[in-house]
């Protein structure tokens, strides 16, 4: 059973380019979380989705962000016009949807992709 | 704002010894703390913690809450070099899926 695919690893952009990250969440798991890891700091929580939905986007800019999760394929999180402050570690992570109404807390991380403004 | 902090920032150790690390909260509506440890990439799972003073153990690594002075620990005893990593704490709340408030973490170096 395969994690939590997220890609690029690596990805390099020039300040005012786009950056698209790609997260495939684990084979089940229908809710998708984005968080960001900037450098000597602990992960802060961006955008909460499920499918064709966005749950909870209260950690997200409110300009320049963007995530969706569409019915087919994986999630994306887009950044337009990115800036050097942009530059840090995204997680996606995902989880099951719970059972009984309880929700289930315990997030499965991908490996991050690491963007870099230049 | 929910605050989660962890202590020590960063901690040196040597192979066999035994290290707590201490992770308290203020948040709204709790609902559960987590462990997780991170080396270079994905943090992985360790605990997930809902009921004060029930004792979570796996292997070497243990870790109890305290949901009345609002703290947890995570214990490693018989430390390898294996365990250096990121240690990270996150908190739950009883809101709208599952959003965790991470901790700074605490840098553990295990040396030979």
């Known amino acids: 059973n395969a994690g939590v695919m997220q890609n690029p690893r690596h990805l390099v952009r020039r300040r005012g380019q786009e950056a698209r990250l790609r997260c495939s969440p684990m084979?089940?798991?229908?809710?998708v979380y984005w968080y960001r890891q900037l450098p000597e700091e602990g992960l802060k929580f961006m955008v909460y989705?499920?499918?064709?939905?966005?749950?909870?986007e209260s950690g997200m800019p409110k300009e320049r962000f963007s995530a969706e999760f569409p019915k087919e394929g994986p999630s994306i999180l887009r950044i337009q016009q990115v800036v050097r402050g942009d530059s840090a570690a995204y997680f996606c992570?995902?989880?099951?949807?719970?059972?009984?109404?309880?929700?289930?807390?315990?997030?499965?991380f991908g490996s991050g992709t690491q963007l870099s403004v230049l | 704002e929910d605050k989660v902090v962890q202590s020590p920032l960063s901690l040196v150790v040597h192979e066999g010894d035994t290290v707590t690390l201490n992770c308290s909260y203020e948040?709204?509506?709790?609902?559960?703390l987590l462990w997780y440890k991170q080396e270079k990439k994905a943090p992985t799972f360790l605990f997930m913690l809902?009921?004060?003073?029930i004792e979570k153990k796996s292997g070497r690594l243990s870790s109890i809450l305290d949901k009345k002075e609002l703290f947890s620990i995570l214990n490693i005893t018989a430390t390898q070099t294996g365990d250096s990593a990121v240690y990270l704490c996150a908190v739950g709340v009883e809101t709208s899926g599952s959003r965790l408030t991470f901790g700074e973490g605490t840098q553990l170096t295990v040396n030979p």
């Open positions: 992570a995902s989880s099951l949807p719970g059972q009984a109404g309880v929700r289930d807390e315990k997030l499965f």
């Open positions: 084979k089940g798991h229908s809710h």
């Open positions: 948040v709204t509506n709790f609902r559960s």
């Open positions: 989705l499920q499918k064709e939905n966005i749950i909870d």
């Open positions: 809902t009921s004060s003073g």
